[in-house]
Nanobody, 125 residues
């Protein structure tokens, strides 16, 4: 059964922090690339952060210096730490899993990811 379940979203004031989690079933969790994407109303889905099979991380420009992605392979959980949140960070955040161990510059391409969660809402006021 394929399942990615995000949690940790909520409503915070500007400058606040949240930690998002993405729990995966054993057959869904990938030791390959995983990533967080977000989509705001009326906007296209965009990549936020990615992590490859070696634990090498990439953060999109929008989150550099504020967001951190990490993974716990023992627990099958992907995390996204969001600090210094701003109203423009308001969006539905999704985790995604790829079968590829390395994606290079393709990490931000949603088509590279096989499994997706249902999303968790982050609202910053």
């Amino acid at each position: 059964h394929v399942q990615l379940v995000e949690s940790g979203g909520g409503s915070v004031q500007a400058g606040g922090s949240l930690r998002l989690s993405c729990a995966a079933s054993e057959d869904t969790y990938s030791r390959g690339c995983m990533a967080w994407f977000r989509q705001a109303p009326g906007k296209e889905r965009e990549a936020v952060a990615g992590i490859d099979s070696d634990g090498i991380t990439t953060i999109a420009n929008s989150g550099k210096g504020r967001f951190t992605i990490s993974r716990d392979n023992a627990k099958n959980i992907l995390y996204l730490q969001l600090n210094s949140l701003q109203p423009e960070d308001t969006a539905m955040y999704y985790c995604a899993s790829s079968t590829y161990p390395y994606l290079g510059m393709g990490w931000s391409d949603s088509f590279e990811y096989t499994y997706w969660g249902q999303g968790t809402q982050v609202t910053v006021s």
